[in-house]
T-cell receptor, first 115, second 116 residues
Framework: ETGVTQTPRHLVMGMTNKKSLKCEQH?????MYWYKQSAKKPLELMFV???????ENNSVPSRFSPECPNSSHLFLHLHTLQPEDSALYLC??????????????FGPGTRLTVL | AQKITQTQPGMFVQEKEAVTLDCTYD???????LFWYKQPSSGEMIFLIY??????QNATEGRYSLNFQKARKSANLVISASQLGDSAMYFC?????????????FGAGTILRVKS
């Protein structure tokens, strides 16, 4: 595997379900990101982890719970979601969080549908 | 105010022609970076080109070039010799000063369709 991978690619869940999204980066990067992409809205940054420590939480509802066990893996745990949470969830990674040019590499995303 | 504005919701271009996708930005920082990403229908965001605020030359990457006009706060993407595979959504993004870390703010995007 190369780059940034995400599983599952598609997920349909009911509002009472609990599910998790997984992201893995094979680039040796230290920073990882979760973005939400809703229809007709710009990409929204949700969370950032740098060296496994959360550095950004962009006022995300608590029904989204991130976890970063190491610099290569990032999870997004989902519970009691709402239909408006249906979106494409993108994971990204970069070499660092600070210090100049840090291109973000994105995964293919998980298309989430909440019924 | 919007940090990144992409005024063209959709654009058409004839294959082999050049096309310019507009992007204007708003920041009071002196140090910032501007990025362009391509998102095909598969969903993955693909990095295209980067321009730093202190870079004197316009950035170029193959068929992609960035027309950076600092005084106008614009960073338009120029795609030369369009190909059918260029059909996708294109996003302009900005990273502001160091105190914001590597946080990117994205525009709403422009859908580009290349006609054969």
């Amino acid at each position: 595997e190369t780059g940034v991978t995400q599983t599952p690619r598609h997920l349909v869940m009911g509002m009472t379900n609990k599910k998790s999204l997984k992201c893995e980066q094979h680039l040796g990067h230290n920073a990882m990101y979760w973005y939400k992409q809703s229809a007709k809205k710009p990409l929204e940054l949700m969370f950032v982890y740098n060296f496994k420590e959360q550095t950004e939480n962009n006022s995300v509802p608590s029904r989204f719970s991130p976890e970063c066990p190491n610099s290569s893996h990032l999870f997004l745990h989902l519970h009691t979601l709402q239909p408006e949470d249906s979106a494409l969830y993108l994971c990204a990674s970069s070499q660092g969080w600070t210090g100049g040019y840090n291109e973000q590499f994105f995964g293919p995303g998980t298309r989430l549908t909440v019924l | 105010a919007q940090k990144i504005t992409q005024t063209q919701p959709g654009m058409f271009v004839q294959e082999k022609e050049a096309v310019t996708l507009d992007c204007t930005y708003d920041t009071s920082d002196q140090s910032y970076g501007l990025f362009w990403y391509k998102q095909p229908s598969s969903g993955e965001m693909i990095f295209l080109i980067y321009q730093g605020s202190y870079d004197e030359q316009n950035a170029t990457e193959g068929r992609y070039s960035l027309n950076f006009q600092k005084a106008r706060k614009s960073a338009n993407l120029v795609i030369s010799a369009s190909q059918l595979g260029d059909s996708a959504m294109y996003f302009c993004a900005m990273r502001e000063g160091q105190e914001y870390g590597n946080k990117l703010v994205f525009g709403a995007g422009t859908i580009l369709r290349v006609k054969s």
